[in-house]
């Protein structure tokens, strides 16, 4: 496992980028009781994202059926 050097985020840019959108789009806009209730929230979050959201950087479709395509 190749690990990033400290300050440098450019060199793991898929993660970054997912990490902006869960802080964004689900984190931020949420206050939690429990940790079920986040880990509920995280789960549903997380299927929306991978299949009712379009994705433009493959196309304006969803990354299942991009999956789904591809195999």
Same mark, same amino acid.
């Given at each position: 496992m190749a690990y990033i050097q400290p300050g440098k985020p450019?060199?793991?840019a898929y993660i970054e980028r997912y990490n902006?959108?869960?802080r964004g789009e *689900? /984190?931020?806009q949420y206050i939690f009781e429990t940790i079920k209730e986040a880990q509920n929230q995280a789960s549903e *979050? /997380?299927?929306t994202y991978?299949?009712?959201r379009p994705d433009m950087s493959i196309g304006?479709?969803?990354?299942t059926i991009k999956l789904k395509?591809?195999?």
């Open positions: 450019q060199q793991n902006r959108s869960v *689900w /984190l931020s *979050w /997380l299927w991978n299949n009712e304006g479709i969803t990354p395509t591809a195999a």
